[in-house]
């Protein structure tokens, strides 16, 4: 009697002696991982890289600009202070005369503490008054009582600065001209604001 023997058919992956390796399917699915995919990839890197531009440049925009308001400030503070300090030495030098004579009086400056970057004088003799602003500013007399200090081509917030450092009653500010246009005394914040709209501005000042 013939039997017939039928053999249980075995899974590609199993193991019945022989180990039948499945090729059908990719690696990447028989270890568990997943394959990646360099486009996408490069893609993520590109947006993180630009965002990362972007930050960079907010920050450094937003530190230039701090820094310009520091200087400005900065600049400000020493023109106020240039000019007062000059003003007090004229009068001071004049003060048992009350006269100003007819001419620069720059000259009185020297030796008065102020740097070589405010106050040199020039290979033919005249002083030369430089604001922290890299402008002119003159001192002259009028041949009688008063003399005239100017500033020449301040932007806005320092000709504020400069008018507004003689606000006081006590500084003996006689006159006030920004632009041509005479502000009259007792100055005020809202007038010198107005005075001081444009680009550049000549301040005079009378004493």
Request: glycine fraction near 10%.
């Amino acid at each position: 009697m013939l039997t017939q023997i039928f053999s249980r058919p075995t899974h590609p992956r199993c193991h019945t002696g022989t180990q039948v390796e499945d090729t059908t399917l990719p690696q990447a699915q028989g270890n568990g991982r997943r394959m990646r995919h360099p486009r996408r990839a490069r893609r993520g890197s590109l947006i993180s890289g630009m965002l990362y531009l972007l930050v960079i440049t907010v920050v450094i925009v937003g530190l230039y600009g701090l820094y310009n308001g520091m200087m400005n400030m900065l600049r400000s503070n020493q023109l106020h202070s240039q000019l007062t300090r000059a003003v007090a030495i004229v009068e001071r030098y004049h003060s048992y005369t009350g006269v100003y004579a007819n001419e620069s009086l720059l000259g009185f400056l020297d030796g008065e503490g102020f740097t070589n970057q405010e106050l040199v004088r020039d290979a033919t003799g005249n002083f030369i008054f430089t604001s922290p602003y890299d402008t002119d500013i003159t001192i002259r007399g009028n041949g009688a009582r008063d003399f005239t200090v100017t500033v020449n081509d301040l932007p806005g917030p320092a000709c504020k600065k400069a008018a507004l450092a003689f606000q006081g009653s006590g500084s003996g500010l006689d006159s006030l001209v920004i632009e041509a246009a005479t502000v009259t005394l007792p100055m005020t914040e809202s007038a010198v604001n107005a005075a001081c709209n444009n680009d550049t501005n000549d301040v005079s000042l009378i004493f």
